[in-house]
């Protein structure tokens, strides 16, 4: 007959237990020590997921609009210029801009900025000449004048003035402030101001054509505007 010595049995049992339990605690640990890896990860993710999204955002929503109606210079058979004699044109048009609510203000520094130029018989990637910071200017003139004063590329020479039927020498354009707070190229909330483009003689449009100007800041979306050209009867066309 065979002793068994008392205790044995469940002395036995209490280690399994024990190491049971250090197995047990040993996952638990490593478990934690993964899932804050992933959750912290998972945050940090998130967080450039959101300034990811914030940065579209900003670039998507364009911070200029049209501040009000677009005109244009036509010549016709009553201007000096003979060859509108028989098919008027359109010598330079202006478009008004100002910040949409809330927008930030940009920089329309030549370093900084780019305007496109598209109609039906050309095309530009860059018409841009540079802003006129001097002074205000109300009328579309004085800012031609401005514009020929400070030698423009487009609008240097001669007393080049397309309001006075001297069109620019090539397609260009700039920017004048109608309303400004100081001197600077930025267009500031509250400022006006507005895009000049003057037309080369073989590039002036007509009555029906489409143009299509790009405003290309540095940062947020490009303002676009289209306009199709009326019938030209007066010298000053109202282009929507």
Same mark, same amino acid.
């Given at each position: 007959?065979?002793?068994?010595?008392?205790?044995?049995?469940?002395?036995?049992?209490?280690?399994?237990?024990?190491?049971?339990?250090?197995?047990?605690?040993?996952?638990?640990?490593?478990?934690?020590?993964?899932?804050?890896?992933?959750?912290?990860?998972?945050?940090?993710?998130?967080?450039?997921?959101?300034?990811?999204?914030?940065?579209? !955002?900003?670039?998507?929503?364009? *911070?200029?609009?049209?501040?009000?109606?677009? /005109? &244009? $210079?036509?010549?016709? #058979?009553? %201007?000096?210029?003979?060859?509108?004699?028989?098919?008027?044109?359109?010598?330079?048009?202006?478009?008004?801009?100002? !910040?949409?609510?809330?927008?930030? *203000?940009?920089?329309?520094?030549?370093?900084? /900025? &780019? $305007?496109?130029?598209? #109609?039906? %018989?050309?095309?530009?990637?860059?018409?841009?000449?540079?802003?006129?910071?001097?002074?205000?200017?109300?009328?579309?003139?004085?800012?031609?004048?401005?514009?020929?004063?400070?030698?423009?590329?487009?609008?240097?020479?001669?007393?080049?003035?397309?309001?006075?039927?001297?069109?620019?020498?090539?397609?260009?354009?700039?920017?004048?402030?109608?309303?400004?707070?100081?001197?600077?190229?930025?267009?500031?909330?509250?400022?006006?101001?507005?895009?000049?483009?003057?037309?080369?003689?073989?590039?002036?449009?007509?009555?029906?054509?489409?143009?299509?100007?790009?405003?290309?800041?540095?940062?947020?979306?490009?303002?676009?505007?289209?306009?199709?050209?009326?019938?030209?009867?007066?010298?000053?066309?109202?282009?929507?």
């Amino acid at each position: 007959m065979k002793l068994q010595r008392k205790g044995t049995r469940h002395s036995h049992r209490g280690v399994i237990g024990v190491e049971s339990a250090i197995v047990m605690i040993a996952f638990v640990i490593v478990a934690a020590a993964l899932a804050f890896v992933v959750l912290n990860m998972g945050f940090t993710t998130s967080q450039k997921a959101k300034t990811t999204i914030m940065a579209g !955002l900003g670039e998507s929503s364009s *911070s200029m609009q049209i501040a009000g109606k677009v /005109t &244009a $210079v036509g010549c016709t #058979s009553s %201007s000096s210029d003979t060859t509108c004699a028989t098919t008027p044109k359109i010598n330079a048009t202006a478009f008004p801009l100002r !910040l949409t609510p809330g927008g930030d *203000s940009i920089d329309l520094g030549t370093a900084t /900025t &780019a $305007v496109k130029y598209l #109609s039906n %018989s050309v095309e530009y990637d860059d018409i841009y000449s540079g802003p006129i910071t001097s002074e205000e200017h109300r009328t579309l003139r004085g800012a031609f004048e401005e514009a020929n004063t400070d030698s423009l590329t487009g609008f240097s020479g001669d007393s080049i003035n397309p309001i006075n039927g001297t069109v620019a020498s090539q397609t260009a354009a700039f920017i004048y402030w109608s309303v400004q707070y100081n001197t600077n190229q930025v267009l500031d909330q509250g400022e006006h101001a507005a895009l000049a483009i003057g037309f080369a003689s073989s590039e002036r449009p007509t009555a029906l054509d489409k143009i299509r100007v790009e405003i290309i800041p540095a940062t947020g979306a490009s303002l676009s505007v289209e306009r199709q050209i009326p019938t030209i009867t007066t010298s000053i066309v109202d282009m929507g």
